[in-house]
T-cell receptor, first 114, second 117 residues
């Protein structure tokens, strides 16, 4: 499809496990964002990529969270030693770049840590 | 620092009523962009509108209209003759143009709109 694709759509894991969430942005979009959305709240910024590099990772909550975008397209958000508080919907968005560009969002990956 | 406030957590209206969703923002920049997004029950955020800080003209698109007032740092969204399909969570967002590239868009907490038949 032409939109932002995120997999898996749902992930249930146990506390302490390692999780990877994948985002496939719209072709040609150089900017890619990860957000986290908890129930009843707005999206919370995690990290922003411009091309292959993380231009701003100030939103990552701690060093258990890491994201890569090795070829400037697909991105993977990695969470180590998951905790129950990591349970949320992880949203990926892409844009053509620049502060003016509208963000195109995927449907999100719902992570549940038991 | 950027901040977006949406004081209305939930609003319920009856179909065909008009409804206004409030958004107040904080920024130190003179150049910035404001957005509204809709999140229907399916979960995917959908872009509705973008305004830049130099354009205070109000905008109308069908049943939707937006009132941008720099003097009060507000960017309110009005739906005229609401319909059940308008039921969703609506987010206001702010992006500053300070950097060369796009940076973290800051979202408000959202307003859940329920339109009852």
């Amino acid at each position: 499809g032409a939109g932002v694709s995120q997999t898996p759509s749902n992930k249930v894991t146990e506390k302490g496990k390692y999780v990877e969430l994948r985002c496939d942005p719209i072709s040609g979009h150089t900017a890619l964002y990860w957000y986290r959305q908890s129930l009843g709240q707005g999206p919370e910024f995690l990290i922003y990529f411009q091309g292959t590099g993380a231009a701003d990772d100030s939103g990552l909550p701690n060093d258990r969270f890491f994201a890569v975008r090795p070829e400037g397209s697909v991105s993977t958000l990695k969470i180590q030693r998951t905790e129950r508080g990591d349970s949320a919907v992880y949203l990926c968005a892409s844009s053509l770049g620049g502060a003016t560009g509208e963000l195109f969002f995927g449907e999100g990956s719902r992570l549940t840590v038991l | 620092a950027q901040k977006v406030t949406q004081a209305q957590t939930e609003i319920s209206v009856v179909e065909k009523e008009d409804v206004t969703l409030d958004c107040v923002y904080e920024t130190r920049d003179t150049t910035y962009y404001l957005f509204w997004y809709k999140q229907p029950p399916s979960g995917e955020l959908v872009f509705l509108i973008r305004r830049n800080s130099f354009d205070e003209q109000n905008e109308i698109s069908g049943r939707y209209s937006w009132n941008f007032q720099k003097s009060t740092s507000s960017f309110n969204f009005t739906i005229t003759a609401s319909q059940v399909v308008d039921s969703a969570v609506y987010f206001c967002a702010l992006s500053e143009a300070r950097r060369s590239y796009g940076q973290n868009f800051v979202f408000g907490p959202g307003t859940r709109l329920s339109v009852l038949p």
